[in-house]
């Protein structure tokens, strides 16, 4: 038996949260049995390319090279036996995948980085596919979708391989697990060069259109934007990434393309997951308390130089999740390094001059990194001083959109990685509302995260305007973490 604070904050802003609740651990993992592998690719002629197409990838992609595959994992109830999903479901979402693929071929070819020209490339030919893996499991499908406390190793046998070295990498992979007579997960394996958050999820929306709705319901205005030229380079920034890439990956040579390897990283021991909520009151809440203390900090030194926004809740939200982690972690002694650094990034469509359609698909995102060299005085500094931190290194990109890239890039890899905390996704990607005909997701979570210290923020599932989000952690550091976020909550109430 283990304890942890309950991990479910979804109560009014005017109540207390929960106490400590007994939770048990399930074993570490259950192998799932393989129905099927398959390759799924767009219908012969459809897609309206030449039979080769070769898509130069940008600085914004040539960054996330080395990096791990995102890993999403998407669970749905599912309440019929394995013979209506094997004959119905399954075939259904094999067609619309395939219909799908149409629209964002790229995403069923490969990245290669050849020798001439010496830039990473997608390669799409006709006949290229997505590697489709159908297996079953008998685990027990609410566990695994809950929020509270579990096993990172659970969840892996439900995620699909995707290699990670290699002349030619493919750019996605899919598996679909049912659960007998309770649900199905459908997770999914991408290469982050590819592209970014919200491209990714325009293709999960437009998939589960197609299989709900069929694929007349797209509208022209919903399809991908394809054309990554748009993205204009005139500081030369790809060739200083690639640059660095080459030392980075220690990038041999093949045939006729580097080899490509990321950069993997040896997991703690004992990690466990958990989900944390916070509704649209408590978020809210937390804001204007971060606000009224800009304005007392004000007022007690006298200074006016510059009127201090409030935070976005989105601000408020890491800010204390920031700072319950440095709390935690100097709890646990999990290490003895003083410094800290967070990393936030930020959507560049809108922001590049000219714009970029939101339909674009690609990487397009700046990360915005802060660095604190003694995290002992952002603990004392608290809540406030974390938000403004964050939102200070936002407010930057209005002087140029680009500004200090290049540096936040170079400071990611010479940091330590077990001190950069990094937020994926984001609530505006609205993840819940990705619904194949079934209903919504009853819970989404990506099970890459343990390969980072970062979490997972998204949309509330409880469809409140709250957000959510998930960590890995040891135990003791979830222990940890828990007691903090809701000891800290329930102060400002």
């Known amino acids: 038996m283990y304890s942890l604070i309950c991990c479910c904050l979804n109560q009014p802003p005017t109540r207390s949260f929960p106490s400590v609740v007994p939770l048990t651990f399930m074993a570490a993992s259950k192998p799932v049995k393989i129905l099927e592998q398959c390759k799924v690719a767009p219908p012969p002629g459809s897609v309206a390319t030449p039979t080769s197409t070769a898509i130069p990838l940008t600085f914004f992609d040539a960054f996330f090279l080395p990096v791990l595959p995102v890993e999403i994992v998407y669970f749905y109830e599912y309440p019929h036996p394995i013979s209506q999903f094997t004959h119905s479901l399954l075939p259904q979402l094999k067609h619309s995948l395939s219909s799908t693929l149409i629209h964002f071929y790229p995403l069923a070819g490969n990245v290669s980085w050849p020798h001439e020209p010496n830039q990473p490339m997608i390669y799409y030919t006709e006949g290229d596919s997505v590697s489709f893996t159908v297996a079953e499991s ?61 491209a990714f999820t325009h293709l999960m929306r437009t998939w589960s259109s197609i299989s709900k709705l069929g694929a007349g319901s797209l509208s022209l205005e919903f399809l991908p934007f394809l054309d990554r030229t748009v993205i204009e380079d005139k500081e030369r920034i790809l060739n200083i990434f690639l640059e660095l890439l080459e030392g980075l990956m220690d990038s041999e040579s093949g045939s006729e393309n580097r080899i490509l390897r990321a950069i993997d990283r040896e997991l703690k021991p004992n990690l466990v997951r958990a989900t944390f909520e916070l509704n649209e009151a408590s978020s809210r809440r ?18 006016h130089t510059r009127s201090i926004a409030a935070p976005s809740r989105l601000v408020a ?53 802060v660095v ?36 936040s890039v170079a400071s990611l890899v010479e940091l330590p990685h077990d001190r950069i905390f990094v937020v994926a996704g984001s609530p505006q990607f ?23 210290s970062g979490m997972f923020l998204k949309d509330s599932s409880n469809v409140d305007g709250g957000f959510e989000f998930d960590l890995a952690l040891n135990k003791l550091e979830m222990e940890a973490f828990a007691s903090e976020f809701v000891d800290g909550l329930n102060a400002l109430i």
């Not at 890491?318 to 290490?335: H, N, Q, R």
């Not at 002992?376 to 890239?405: C, F, N, P, W």
Request: glycine share 6%; proline share 5%; aromatic share 8%.
């Open 138 to 198: 008998d685990a027990d499908f609410y566990h695994l979708s809950s929020n509270h406390i579990r096993e990172t190793m659970e969840s892996r046998p439900l995620v699909p391989h995707l290699p990670t070295s290699g002349t030619n990498i493919p750019l996605l992979a899919i598996q679909v697990t049912v659960f007998p007579n309770t649900g199905i997960c459908i997770a999914l394996s991408r290469h982050h060069s590819s592209c970014d958050g919200r």
């Open 286 to 303: 937390l804001k204007e308390w971060i606000f009224a203390q800009y304005n007392k900090k004000e007022e007690q030194t006298q200074t």
């Open 317 to 369: 939200t890491c800010a204390y999740t920031w700072i319950c982690m440095l709390k935690a972690d100097a709890k646990v002694g999990e290490s003895n390094n003083n410094m800290t650094s967070f990393v936030l990034s930020a959507d560049c469509r809108a922001r590049l001059d000219p714009p970029i359609p939101r339909t674009y698909l690609g990487n397009c995102v700046k990360p915005n990194v």
């Open 372 to 407: 604190v060299e003694d995290k002992t005085d952002l603990i004392r500094g608290g809540v406030a001083a974390a938000a403004q931190l964050l939102g200070d290194a936002l407010h930057e990109m209005d002087k140029g959109v680009l500004k200090g890239m290049v540096q």
């Open 430 to 452: 609205e993840y819940y509302k990705t619904d194949f005909g079934f209903g919504r997701p009853k819970k989404v979570e990506m099970t890459s995260v343990e390969g980072t």
